[in-house]
Protein backbone atom coordinates (compact mmCIF):
# COMPACT_ATOMS: atom_id res chain seq x y z
CA UNK A 1 0.00 0.00 0.00
CA UNK A 2 1.38 3.66 -0.77
CA UNK A 3 0.19 4.85 3.07
CA UNK A 4 -1.12 8.13 3.97
CA UNK A 5 -0.69 10.49 0.82
CA UNK A 6 -0.38 14.47 1.31
CA UNK A 7 -0.32 17.36 -0.75
CA UNK A 8 1.22 19.64 -1.14
CA UNK A 9 3.97 18.67 0.56
CA UNK A 10 5.23 22.51 0.88
CA UNK A 11 3.10 25.47 0.71
CA UNK A 12 4.05 28.75 1.16
CA UNK A 13 1.27 31.73 0.97
CA UNK A 14 0.25 35.55 2.20
CA UNK A 15 -1.36 35.92 4.72
CA UNK A 16 -5.14 36.50 3.76
CA UNK A 17 -4.77 33.70 0.80
CA UNK A 18 -6.83 30.63 0.71
CA UNK A 19 -5.08 27.48 2.06
CA UNK A 20 -6.53 23.85 0.95
CA UNK A 21 -4.69 20.55 2.14
CA UNK A 22 -5.14 17.63 0.67
CA UNK A 23 -5.17 13.84 2.07
CA UNK A 24 -5.79 10.35 0.57
CA UNK A 25 -6.04 7.83 3.50
CA UNK A 26 -5.43 3.91 2.93
CA UNK A 27 -8.30 2.18 1.19
CA UNK A 28 -9.77 0.30 3.86
CA UNK A 29 -8.99 2.26 6.77
CA UNK A 30 -12.42 3.80 8.06
CA UNK A 31 -11.10 6.70 10.44
CA UNK A 32 -9.17 9.91 9.51
CA UNK A 33 -7.58 12.18 11.37
CA UNK A 34 -5.69 15.84 10.94
CA UNK A 35 -3.17 17.36 13.19
CA UNK A 36 -1.04 20.33 13.35
CA UNK A 37 2.49 20.42 14.85
CA UNK A 38 4.37 23.05 15.99
CA UNK A 39 7.37 23.52 18.49
CA UNK A 40 5.21 25.95 20.73
CA UNK A 41 2.31 23.40 21.40
CA UNK A 42 3.64 20.26 20.12
CA UNK A 43 1.05 17.75 18.35
CA UNK A 44 -2.38 18.71 18.26
CA UNK A 45 -5.76 17.20 17.10
CA UNK A 46 -7.56 19.31 14.94
CA UNK A 47 -10.53 17.29 13.63
CA UNK A 48 -11.23 13.32 13.02
CA UNK A 49 -13.80 11.88 10.85
CA UNK A 50 -15.48 8.07 11.43
CA UNK A 51 -16.95 6.96 8.18
CA UNK A 52 -16.77 10.04 6.41
CA UNK A 53 -18.80 11.61 9.06
CA UNK A 54 -16.61 14.14 11.35
CA UNK A 55 -16.54 12.93 14.97
CA UNK A 56 -15.02 15.53 16.97
CA UNK A 57 -13.67 18.92 16.18
CA UNK A 58 -13.22 21.06 18.85
CA UNK A 59 -9.24 21.19 17.76
CA UNK A 60 -10.26 23.65 14.63
CA UNK A 61 -8.75 26.68 16.21
CA UNK A 62 -11.23 29.25 14.63
CA UNK A 63 -14.13 29.55 12.06
CA UNK A 64 -11.34 30.31 9.35
CA UNK A 65 -10.31 26.34 9.74
CA UNK A 66 -12.80 23.64 7.76
CA UNK A 67 -12.67 20.57 6.92
CA UNK A 68 -14.52 17.89 4.79
CA UNK A 69 -14.25 14.41 3.88
CA UNK A 70 -16.87 13.83 0.63
CA UNK A 71 -15.78 10.20 0.56
CA UNK A 72 -14.08 7.30 2.16
CA UNK A 73 -10.37 8.27 0.01
CA UNK A 74 -10.47 11.76 -0.02
CA UNK A 75 -10.17 15.07 2.79
CA UNK A 76 -9.48 18.49 2.66
CA UNK A 77 -8.36 20.86 5.35
CA UNK A 78 -8.97 24.21 4.37
CA UNK A 79 -7.98 27.72 5.74
CA UNK A 80 -9.58 31.00 4.62
CA UNK A 81 -8.34 33.32 5.36
CA UNK A 82 -4.81 32.56 6.19
CA UNK A 83 -2.37 34.06 9.18
CA UNK A 84 0.61 33.92 10.07
CA UNK A 85 0.41 32.15 12.96
CA UNK A 86 -0.87 29.13 11.13
CA UNK A 87 1.99 28.44 9.67
CA UNK A 88 3.00 24.84 11.18
CA UNK A 89 3.03 20.91 10.13
CA UNK A 90 -0.65 19.67 9.29
CA UNK A 91 -0.70 15.91 9.24
CA UNK A 92 -3.03 13.52 8.11
CA UNK A 93 -3.47 10.30 9.58
CA UNK A 94 -5.91 7.25 9.29
CA UNK A 95 -6.37 4.16 11.44
CA UNK A 96 -7.90 0.53 11.34
CA UNK A 97 -10.98 -0.74 13.12
CA UNK A 98 -8.05 -0.86 15.98
CA UNK A 99 -7.66 3.10 15.62
CA UNK A 100 -3.77 1.68 15.29
CA UNK A 101 -2.76 5.24 12.96
CA UNK A 102 -0.79 5.58 10.39
CA UNK A 103 0.53 9.26 9.50
CA UNK A 104 0.90 10.73 6.20
CA UNK A 105 4.35 12.76 5.24
CA UNK A 106 2.73 16.15 6.19
CA UNK A 107 2.48 19.39 4.34
CA UNK A 108 4.52 22.39 5.97
CA UNK A 109 2.29 25.64 5.50
CA UNK A 110 4.45 29.12 5.78
CA UNK A 111 2.10 32.22 6.07
CA UNK A 112 4.22 35.47 5.29
CA UNK B 1 -8.76 16.58 30.45
CA UNK B 2 -6.15 14.43 29.57
CA UNK B 3 -2.85 15.12 30.13
CA UNK B 4 0.01 13.33 28.84
CA UNK B 5 3.72 13.82 30.55
CA UNK B 6 7.20 12.32 28.49
CA UNK B 7 10.07 12.14 30.96
CA UNK B 8 12.91 13.01 29.85
CA UNK B 9 12.78 15.51 27.73
CA UNK B 10 15.54 14.36 26.08
CA UNK B 11 18.37 11.72 26.10
CA UNK B 12 21.77 11.33 25.55
CA UNK B 13 23.31 7.54 25.54
CA UNK B 14 26.56 5.34 23.97
CA UNK B 15 25.44 2.82 21.66
CA UNK B 16 24.63 -0.86 22.79
CA UNK B 17 22.77 0.81 25.95
CA UNK B 18 19.68 -0.20 27.13
CA UNK B 19 17.16 2.30 27.55
CA UNK B 20 13.70 3.46 28.71
CA UNK B 21 11.33 6.10 27.81
CA UNK B 22 8.55 7.13 29.99
CA UNK B 23 4.70 8.08 29.02
CA UNK B 24 2.34 9.09 31.83
CA UNK B 25 -1.77 10.40 31.63
CA UNK B 26 -4.03 11.86 34.00
CA UNK B 27 -7.40 9.70 32.83
CA UNK B 28 -6.99 6.25 32.84
CA UNK B 29 -9.93 5.96 30.73
CA UNK B 30 -8.09 5.67 27.66
CA UNK B 31 -8.83 2.84 24.55
CA UNK B 32 -5.05 2.33 23.69
CA UNK B 33 -1.75 3.87 23.90
CA UNK B 34 0.79 4.36 20.97
CA UNK B 35 4.22 4.99 20.85
CA UNK B 36 5.86 6.61 17.22
CA UNK B 37 9.19 7.80 16.23
CA UNK B 38 9.86 10.98 14.30
CA UNK B 39 12.98 11.77 12.44
CA UNK B 40 13.88 15.40 11.80
CA UNK B 41 11.44 16.87 9.06
CA UNK B 42 9.41 13.50 8.54
CA UNK B 43 6.41 12.48 9.44
CA UNK B 44 5.83 9.94 12.48
CA UNK B 45 6.17 5.67 12.12
CA UNK B 46 4.30 3.82 14.16
CA UNK B 47 5.99 1.71 17.00
CA UNK B 48 3.83 -0.04 18.96
CA UNK B 49 -0.02 0.10 19.76
CA UNK B 50 -1.41 -1.25 23.04
CA UNK B 51 -5.08 -1.60 23.57
CA UNK B 52 -6.13 -0.94 27.09
CA UNK B 53 -7.22 -4.74 27.86
CA UNK B 54 -3.01 -5.38 26.94
CA UNK B 55 -0.45 -5.18 29.67
CA UNK B 56 2.92 -4.98 27.07
CA UNK B 57 3.65 -5.29 23.68
CA UNK B 58 7.26 -6.29 21.54
CA UNK B 59 8.70 -5.70 18.28
CA UNK B 60 11.76 -6.43 17.80
CA UNK B 61 14.61 -4.82 20.55
CA UNK B 62 11.00 -2.55 21.56
CA UNK B 63 8.97 -3.41 24.63
CA UNK B 64 5.88 -1.08 25.73
CA UNK B 65 4.21 -1.19 28.51
CA UNK B 66 0.81 -0.25 29.73
CA UNK B 67 -0.23 0.25 33.36
CA UNK B 68 -3.53 2.32 33.43
CA UNK B 69 -4.45 1.88 37.04
CA UNK B 70 -1.14 3.89 37.40
CA UNK B 71 -1.77 5.89 34.13
CA UNK B 72 2.00 4.68 32.55
CA UNK B 73 3.46 3.55 29.66
CA UNK B 74 7.12 3.09 28.96
CA UNK B 75 8.96 2.55 25.85
CA UNK B 76 12.20 -0.23 26.34
CA UNK B 77 14.50 0.02 24.03
CA UNK B 78 17.21 -2.85 23.88
CA UNK B 79 20.65 -2.44 22.77
CA UNK B 80 20.32 0.95 21.39
CA UNK B 81 21.93 1.98 18.13
CA UNK B 82 22.63 5.16 16.35
CA UNK B 83 19.72 4.95 14.20
CA UNK B 84 17.01 4.84 16.92
CA UNK B 85 18.28 8.79 17.04
CA UNK B 86 15.23 10.32 16.80
CA UNK B 87 11.70 12.00 19.04
CA UNK B 88 9.88 9.73 20.74
CA UNK B 89 6.27 10.28 21.04
CA UNK B 90 3.45 8.58 23.25
CA UNK B 91 -0.20 9.21 22.26
CA UNK B 92 -3.40 8.19 24.68
CA UNK B 93 -6.88 7.62 22.49
CA UNK B 94 -9.24 8.22 25.01
CA UNK B 95 -12.75 5.99 25.48
CA UNK B 96 -14.91 9.53 25.10
CA UNK B 97 -15.26 9.82 21.38
CA UNK B 98 -11.39 8.89 20.87
CA UNK B 99 -9.41 11.37 21.01
CA UNK B 100 -6.03 11.53 20.86
CA UNK B 101 -3.46 13.55 23.15
CA UNK B 102 0.39 13.28 22.22
CA UNK B 103 2.62 13.87 24.59
CA UNK B 104 5.63 16.58 23.23
CA UNK B 105 8.10 13.75 23.21
CA UNK B 106 11.69 12.36 24.52
CA UNK B 107 14.12 13.35 21.91
CA UNK B 108 17.18 10.68 22.12
CA UNK B 109 20.59 10.99 20.75
CA UNK B 110 22.74 7.40 20.54
CA UNK B 111 26.08 7.74 20.52
CA UNK B 112 28.18 5.86 18.07
Known amino acids: DAGVIQSPRHEVTEMGQEVTLRCKPISGHNSLFWYRQTMMRGLELLIYFNNNVPIDDSGMPEDRFSAKMPNASFSTLKIQPSEPRDSAVYFC??????????FGPGTRLTVT | KQEVTQIPAALSVPEGENLVLNCSFT??????LQWFRQDPGKGLTSLLLIQSSQREQTSGRLNASLDKSSGRSTLYIAASQPGDSATYLC???????????FGAGTRLFVKA
Open chain 1, 93 to 102: ASSTATYEQY
Open chain 2, 27 to 32: DSAIYN
Open chain 2, 91 to 101: AVMGTGGFKTI
